[in-house]
């Protein structure tokens, strides 16, 4: 069925001015745009007092993790996303074989409370079995680092010898001959965490020298040490690979004004050395945080309850978990860094109890909502704080997902939106239990209806063109992220006085007000605000020539 999309306010995602225009759709695609079109054999949708604009793309999701069982993937297509990019944070559901099948089962269905994980021995499998069961919205994938390296050298704390070097280029050539667009990493979670960066480097070179892919990167520091530990390393890969590097949903913990101007300054340098640095944010100021994972080290997940149980490894985990929250203190004045043991115990104790919320668990749903110090006085009434907390994690068997208010909107969240070189991202999930956070329903309205309606950071055609054009000129998409002739049909239709996110911390299951249509590949997916079933996304594949 054709569509016509009458008296809209067109903004066609590049940033120019918003034009009132008719819209035809046939097929798949746009092919006419003009005032006074006229239809006899089509679907018409009345967009008066509405913008229509390109469907966004999401530049950083986790969908992935559960798209079979969540395929109609409501939590991002309601949001007027139609394009997710995917295998996120070097971490996904293939490339896998039985050191990443154990691997998985120990750590990575904790770091995100998943469950019933199966895992595929080829991202060109995965993609197959997606597309065999059909989904909502379109996805783009990268090839997740730790799966690569998890194939080849398990856990190992060491560098990996030229051989398993070679075995890692021949896994990441598979991913890119399936049609991802890149490489992914996480380098705050294992094995990201004890990778050196000149393995990184090595495999960004088959993805840049053979494919013309990208790098895409959770960053080994988003706080006090983001500059040379965080953008430094990943400017260094960007260089000695020539790769183009994008950073993951960019944020600077604990940030002062000064430190955020610097970050963006240095980006812009390199930018203009002719470097094309990316990035993605979110609009909250609590980011998610995979306990577990992020703070247990690796040889804990080989006898996960065994090693949380005998007080001897107990011993040497609490020790560990203190060096991880220690960390914390780093951005700090040096008379905090240097006060006595027990005193900076106490002072990142009461830190970790007030703002570190609890999300979501496998067991305790009651306590989802609840900052950490009240969740644990309910659970474990009599305990000390680190032996509460390992006896939580413990009880959930790993399985813990928390946010902590890590970051501020006015120090440095704002500015980070304003920059021309940020798009946005989600960093979202897709569950069908539990909560979730709320920027897996929120993000994409919330940038429309407060950051441009309310407080006015940039116009609102400059807003969604970090949602689609930027989006698509980063990562290649030639025929997406603008309304033009012949380009796909993925489309938003919403009322711009009206889009308004509803998703909180303590309710984030709720879809946004004021979007109407959703259109995917040339199908009406969402109408009226509600999703139809309607299953017409597609995998993309990267090409070569992008
Ligand atoms: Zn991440």
């Not at 698509?472 to 796909?488: E, V, W």
């Amino acid at each position: 069925m054709n569509i016509l999309i009458k008296n809209g306010l067109v903004i066609d995602g590049t940033g120019s001015s918003g034009y009132k225009a008719d819209i035809m759709i046939e097929n798949d695609k746009i092919t006419k745009i003009k005032t006074g079109l006229k239809t006899n054999n089509s679907q018409i949708i009345d967009a008066s007092n509405k913008v229509v604009a390109p469907g966004f793309i999401d530049m950083h999701s986790h969908g992935d993790l559960s798209i079979l069982s969540v395929n109609k993937a409501e939590a991002t297509v309601m949001q007027g996303i139609t394009t997710l990019v995917v295998g996120m944070c070097g971490i996904g559901m293939a490339p896998a074989n039985e050191k990443v099948r154990n691997y998985y089962s120990n750590l990575v269905t904790k770091l995100f409370t998943l469950q019933d994980v199966k895992l595929y021995d080829t991202i060109k499998e995965y993609m197959e079995t997606i597309s065999k069961k059909g989904i909502s919205t379109n996805l783009a994938f990268f090839i997740p680092h730790g799966n690569v390296r998890t194939c080849i050298l398990g856990m190992d704390d060491r560098p990996a010898t030229p051989e398993e070097l070679e075995e890692m280029r021949v896994i990441v050539r598979g991913g890119m001959e399936a049609g991802a667009f890149g490489l992914s990493t996480g380098l705050i979670y294992p094995p990201g965490s004890i990778t050196p960066t000149e393995e990184i480097i090595e495999l960004c070179k088959v993805v840049h020298d053979e494919y013309n892919g990208i790098y895409d990167s959770h960053m080994r520091d988003e706080g006090a040490n983001i500059l040379d530990r965080g953008i430094g390393e990943l400017i260094r890969i960007a260089k000695e690979s020539n790769i183009k590097a994008h950073i993951s949903h960019i944020k600077i913990g604990g940030a002062s004004p000064e430190l955020t101007n610097e970050v963006i300054n240095f980006i812009k340098k390199v930018r203009e050395e002719g470097l094309p640095i990316h990035a993605d944010l979110y609009p909250y100021e609590e980011v998610g945080l995979a306990i577990s994972a992020a703070m247990l080290r690796p040889w804990v997940f080989d006898n996960f309850m065994e090693n949380l149980t005998n007080p001897e490894t107990r011993k040497k985990i609490a020790e560990e978990s203190l060096q991880y929250f220690f960390q914390f203190l780093k951005g700090l004045p040096p008379q905090v860094q240097n006060l006595p043991k027990e005193e900076k115990e106490k002072l990142i104790f009461s830190f970790v109890k007030q703002y570190f919320r609890v999300m979501s668990v496998m067991k305790n749903h009651h306590i989802e909502g609840k900052y950490l110090g009240r969740a644990l006085k309910v659970l474990y009434p009599k305990r000390k704080f680190i032996d509460a907390l390992l006896d939580f994690i413990r009880d959930e068997q790993g399985s813990l997902f928390f946010t902590v208010k890590f970051m501020d909107e006015k120090t440095s969240i704002l500015s980070l939106f304003q920059q021309k070189f940020v798009c946005i991202g989600t960093d979202g999930f897709l569950t069908s239990e539990g909560q979730s956070h709320p920027r897996s329903y929120g993000t994409f309205p919330r940038i429309l209806a407060d950051y441009v309606r309310e407080r006015k950071l940039v116009s609102l055609e400059e807003g969604i063109r970090k949602m689609t054009s930027l989006t698509a000129s980063i990562l290649g998409l030639n025929d997406r992220g603008i309304i033009k002739l012949g380009n796909k049909a993925d489309i938003v239709i919403f009322d711009p006085e009206l889009i308004k996110d509803k998703a909180t911390y303590k309710n984030s299951r709720q879809y946004p007000e004021g979007i109407n249509y959703v259109i995917i590949n040339g199908e009406i997916t969402v109408a009226n605000g509600k999703h139809l079933g309607i299953l017409n996304g597609q995998i993309l594949k990267h090409r070569k020539s992008n």
